[in-house]
Structures are given as structure tokens and as C-alpha cells.
């Protein structure tokens, strides 16, 4: 025969809950509901975008390559902030605001959409390929 005790028995109960409900959060697709916007798309989707809000909607480009890179051709409306000294711009940035970024190929934006998203920013947009796809795909560069 099982000896009851009830502050034991309340004590188990309590653990299996806490267990099932960190066994269920482990279990989610660790999701949670956010209104932010971070990833990484083709320049079909960037060209459309910046067509559908418009000339003067607040979308910020940053192209993040070295200035040398920047001048030998840049998206019409970009700044340049190379991604070596991305953190000591971050503060200077509006979360709430719509970025677009891209280096030459995705490795450096990559490191600084991480950047962004660590940092809180709202909606950040990475072109797939940078520079290199936006090129290919045909779309137009600027000098200088």
C-alpha cells in the first residue's frame, strides 16, 4: 500500500505542469507573434517594394560596401555606411523605420541585418545576391 501525502502530491502536480508547459514551449515552432520584419529577398521583390510605396515613402537604402564599391555603382537613393562601421550608426537610425540593405554578393548585409534585428528594427529588407543580382537582373546602377 502507497503512503499519501498530500503536500508531496501537490508538489508533483506543480512539476509536472511547469515540466508540460516548458516541454510545450521547446515542442512550438518558436514563433511568436511579431509585428517586425526581417528578411532577405530577391531584387524582383526590393524593385517592386520601392515601386509600391513611392518616391519619398521613407524607405532608407544603405548599401554597406566600401566606399570604393559605392562609387563604382550604387541602387538610385543609396547611402553608404560600410558594414565595418554599421554599429556606430545604429543609434542614428529610426527603428520604425523601412530599410533596405545590400552589399556586393550577402555577406556583409547579412552580418548587418542581424545587426538590425538584434538592435529591435521594425522592417528590414536584405537583397538576396546583393549588388551582383541587382545587376544581373537588369536593374539600374549609378556612379559616382
Not at 553608404?80 to 545590400?102: K, M, P
Amino acid at each position: 500500500m502507497i503512503d499519501f501525502h498530500p503536500p508531496l502530491a501537490f508538489l508533483l502536480a506543480l512539476g509536472s505542469a511547469v515540466a508540460a508547459v516548458l516541454i510545450a514551449g521547446c515542442l512550438g515552432d518558436g514563433s511568436a507573434p511579431e509585428d517586425r520584419i526581417i528578411r532577405t529577398i530577391p531584387p524582383a521583390e526590393v524593385s517592386a517594394l520601392m515601386e509600391e510605396k513611392g518616391q519619398g515613402s521613407g524607405i532608407v537604402i544603405i548599401d554597406v560596401r566600401r566606399p570604393d564599391e559605392f562609387a563604382a555603382g550604387h541602387i538610385r537613393g543609396a547611402i553608404n555606411v560600410d558594414s565595418v562601421q554599421f554599429s556606430e550608426h545604429l543609434a542614428s537610425l529610426d527603428l520604425d523605420g523601412t530599410y533596405v540593405i545590400y552589399c556586393q554578393r550577402g555577406g556583409r548585409s547579412a552580418g548587418v541585418r542581424e545587426l538590425m534585428r538584434e538592435a529591435g528594427f521594425r522592417e528590414v529588407y536584405e537583397i538576396k545576391g546583393g549588388m551582383s543580382a541587382w545587376r544581373t537582373a537588369g536593374y539600374p546602377v549609378v556612379r559616382g
